[in-house]
């Protein structure tokens, strides 16, 4: 088992080339937020901004328009339930679904035309209820570079396997039956690329409060717009999520979402730096 590293994000985050423009950092949609759950969707969202990418939408319900744009004016909007969503998957190059969607019936024919839509070269991010969803109602996987990003009990519900036996080895085993990276989030994540098998030693308890999962999708998502390849792409995001947060917890007893996300963007210049 490898273990992930601040020198393995080193590798990954570099410095911006000059000649580029917002189309060659990523574009990305995510697909979440119903009327319970908008703040999943602003947090992820927030997450993309702050961690470099270059266009972020949100579909979700239009409910959340106003919080949206006010606490994120770089992010645009549409209404998930509309025919804007197969217009605004086929723009993007990374998409994320779940964060926030709920698991009603209409949440499932957002996540069903998500999959119908989506294509081989997008990176699909699939978070949340979104996986409660493929679990409950066996979708068929789709076609695209896929990335899970199961909690343990979200695992339970895809893998069939109970909490209790959840080692590395079954997860491994279980996780080999299903397309793409998966990311078995834990108080020790554990990320099943092929036959590796990488474990995040960063992170901790002032991690454990809502929106921690949803704002990894959101650095995930901007890490998989801005740089190649995917698998280290998705490393490092995993570990500078966590070790934001550490930083955070140095002089906070909770990292929130919030103060994880306000601190990307300093994180990130002092890592393509050194
Ligand atoms: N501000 C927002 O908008 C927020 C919106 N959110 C969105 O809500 C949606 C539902 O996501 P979810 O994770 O809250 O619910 P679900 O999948 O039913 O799992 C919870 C059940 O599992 C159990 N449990 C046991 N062990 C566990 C473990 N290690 N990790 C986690 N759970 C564990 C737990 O047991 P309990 O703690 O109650 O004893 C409970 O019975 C999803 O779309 C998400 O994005 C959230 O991100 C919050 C902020
Ligand atoms: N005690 C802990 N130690 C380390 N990381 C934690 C701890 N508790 C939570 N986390 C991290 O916080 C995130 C929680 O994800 P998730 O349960 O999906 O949150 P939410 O759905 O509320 O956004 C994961 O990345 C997990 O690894
Ligand atoms: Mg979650």
């Known amino acids: 088992m490898k273990q992930l590293t601040e020198q393995l994000a080193q590798t990954v985050v570099r410095p911006r080339q000059r000649d580029t423009y917002k189309g060659s950092f990523g574009k990305i949609l995510i697909v979440g937020g119903n009327a319970q759950f908008g703040g999943a969707a602003i947090m992820s969202a927030s997450a993309a901004v702050y961690a470099g990418a270059g266009l972020v939408s949100v579909a979700t319900d239009p409910v959340n328009r106003s919080a949206l744009h006010a606490r994120l004016p770089e992010a645009m909007i549409l209404d998930a339930a509309s025919s804007a969503l197969e217009t605004a998957i086929r723009q993007a190059t990374v998409i994320v679904v779940g964060p926030g969607l709920g698991t009603d019936n209409a949440a499932l024919a957002i996540l069903k ?162």
């Open 113 to 274: 035309r998500v999959f119908a839509a989506v294509e081989q070269t997008q990176v699909l991010i699939i978070d949340g209820s979104a996986i409660t969803l493929v679990a409950a109602h066996q979708l068929d996987y789709p076609n695209a570079q896929l990335i899970w990003t199961p909690h343990q009990v979200e695992w339970q519900r895809l893998s069939g396997l109970a909490l209790s036996d959840q080692t590395v080895t079954a997860s491994q085993q279980a996780a080999s039956h299903i397309p793409g990276i998966v990311v078995a989030k834990s108080s020790q994540t554990h990320v099943f690329v092929g036959d590796d098998v990488y474990e995040n030693m960063a992170g901790g308890p002032a991690m454990a409060t809502g929106g921690s999962g949803d704002t990894l999708t959101g650095i995930i998502a901007a890490f998989a717009g801005q740089f190649q390849p995917l698998k280290q792409a998705v490393l490092a995001a995993v570990f500078v999520h966590s070790h934001v947060a550490d930083i955070v917890a140095m002089n906070s007893y909770v990292a929130l979402p919030t103060m994880i996300i306000r601190e990307l963007p300093t994180y990130l210049k002092q890592l393509s730096e050194s």
